[in-house]
């Protein structure tokens, strides 16, 4: 392509320079408003380079809120505005197990996963029942703190550790036991 083709300069354009005959709105300044900016009450004005600086630099969008309204907003800024919602609390759906919710729908021709859909119960169940179960199972009494809970779990989970104990079945066993105690402590909020 030939840059001084008779085609190539028929669609070449030239650039207008803006013809600005609106001043700054800055009382006494003579200089053409090339700048537009908004008040808080919607009013347009037009600012010079120097005073459109001025005019951001003290520009304060939360001037007119209250100090919550301010810590709301920071809040909110956090995820762009949007809702969100904590993972897995979708309150539309009912808390029941994956197996026995689908249990009519799902097909298992080769038996995968029969022991979870024979397995109906929780180890420690809800409620203060299931919780004295899990404390008893950690071998807490009374009622520890959280830090008491997870010192006494992390105890456990090291003496239990198959790396530590040469693959020991039954610790194994006793493990997963705790790790199912800790995590019913961890849902009821104890933890």
Aim: net charge positive; aromatic share 12%; proline share 3%.
């Amino acid at each position: 392509m030939k840059l001084n083709s008779k085609y190539f300069d028929n669609i070449r354009s030239i650039r207008e320079k803006k013809n600005h005959t609106k001043d700054c709105d800055n009382l006494g300044c003579k200089e053409p408003g090339e700048y537009i900016a908004k008040n808080k009450n919607g009013k347009t004005l037009f600012y010079c380079i120097d005073h459109i600086r001025l005019h951001n630099k003290n520009y304060n969008f939360f001037s007119d809120m209250t100090e919550e309204e301010i810590i709301d907003f920071q809040i909110s800024s956090i995820t762009g505005h949007r809702p969100t919602w904590k993972m897995g609390s979708n309150h539309n759906t009912s808390k029941k197990d994956f197996f026995e919710f689908y249990a009519d729908n799902f097909d298992d021709p080769f038996g995968f996963f029969e022991e979870e859909k024979n397995n109906t119960g929780k180890p420690f169940g809800k409620g203060k029942s299931g919780t004295s179960k899990a404390f008893k199972e950690l071998g807490l009494r009374g009622k520890p703190s959280k830090k008491e809970i997870q010192n006494k779990f992390k105890e456990l989970v090291k003496s239990l550790h198959p790396d530590i104990n040469g693959k020991n079945q039954e610790n194994e066993e006793k493990l997963k036991d705790i790790i199912n105690a800790y995590n019913q402590l961890k849902s009821s909020g104890l933890c």
